[in-house]
C-alpha cells in the first residue's frame, strides 16, 4: 500500500511540473536578458540617412507581450511604447516577440526595409554622434542597454564608412552590453532592401554578419 502511494506522489508532482502543452520549456540561463538590444542601423540606409531601423532579439524560449515594455534615447527624450501608439510610438503591427525571434522596428514609415514588414513604426532620430539605448520590461526595470557608456558608436558607419552606413551588429546576444560585443556589418552577409531597392549592409530579421568566435 506505502508503495502505491510513494508511485502515486511521484506520478502527481511529475505531472505538476510538465507543461500542459507536453514540451519542456528551458528558460535562458541565469543572469541572461530576456531581451536585447539586436542590431542598430543608426546612419540609416543608402536611400536614406533619415532610414533609421532597430531589431530586438529574445534569448526566451517562450513567447514575450511586449506590451508594457518601452524602449528609450536622447535622455528619454524619445521614448517608444510597445503596447499603445504614444509618445514616439506611431503604429503598433505586433506586440509579441516570438520564442528566440526578431523584432523589427523601422523609423517613420514601412519603407525604411521595402521588403519586409515592421513590427512597430516609430518615430525620433538617433545621432551620428552616439547614443544610449534603454530597453525596460513593464515594471520599468532595465532589461538590456546599447552603447551604454554614452559615447561615440562602438560600431556601424556613416556614408563614409569602408562598408558604407553598416548597421552595428551584437555578437553575443547572452553578453551584457560593452563596447566589445558590438560590431560593424560586413558587407557580405545581408538581407532586406531599402526604399530603393538596393541591399541593406545589415541583416534586419536575419542573423547578424558578426558573431562570437
Not at 563614409?160 to 552606413?165: A, D, E, K, N, S
Not at 532592401?193 to 558578426?210: M, Q, W, Y
Request: glycine share 10%.
Amino acid at each position: 500500500m506505502k508503495s502505491h502511494f510513494v508511485a502515486a506522489t511521484c506520478l502527481l508532482a511529475f505531472l505538476v511540473a510538465w507543461p500542459s502543452g507536453g514540451i519542456v520549456s528551458t528558460a535562458q540561463p541565469p543572469g541572461v536578458p530576456q531581451i536585447v538590444i539586436n542590431e542598430i542601423a543608426w546612419s540609416g540606409t543608402s536611400a536614406s540617412s533619415t532610414d533609421e531601423w532597430i531589431e530586438l532579439r529574445s534569448n526566451s524560449s517562450r513567447d514575450i507581450d511586449l506590451k508594457g515594455w518601452t524602449l528609450s534615447w536622447s535622455d528619454g527624450d524619445v521614448l517608444i511604447s510597445f503596447g499603445a501608439v504614444q509618445e514616439d510610438t506611431k503604429e503598433i503591427r505586433n506586440s509579441v516577440i516570438t520564442a528566440r525571434g526578431l523584432y523589427l522596428l523601422e523609423r517613420t514609415d514601412d519603407e525604411t526595409v521595402s521588403d519586409m514588414a515592421a513590427d512597430l513604426i516609430y518615430t525620433g532620430s538617433l545621432r551620428n554622434g552616439g547614443e544610449t539605448l534603454v530597453l525596460k520590461d513593464p515594471n520599468g526595470v532595465i532589461v538590456d542597454t546599447a552603447n551604454g557608456n554614452g559615447g561615440e558608436w562602438p560600431a556601424g558607419s556613416d556614408a563614409q564608412g569602408q562598408v558604407p552606413r553598416a548597421s552595428m551588429e551584437r555578437t553575443d546576444p547572452t553578453a551584457s552590453d560593452s563596447d566589445g560585443i558590438w560590431a560593424s556589418n560586413d558587407g557580405v552577409i545581408r538581407n532586406g532592401k531599402d526604399k530603393s531597392g538596393t541591399l541593406i549592409n545589415g541583416t534586419p530579421r536575419a542573423e547578424n554578419s558578426r558573431k562570437k568566435t
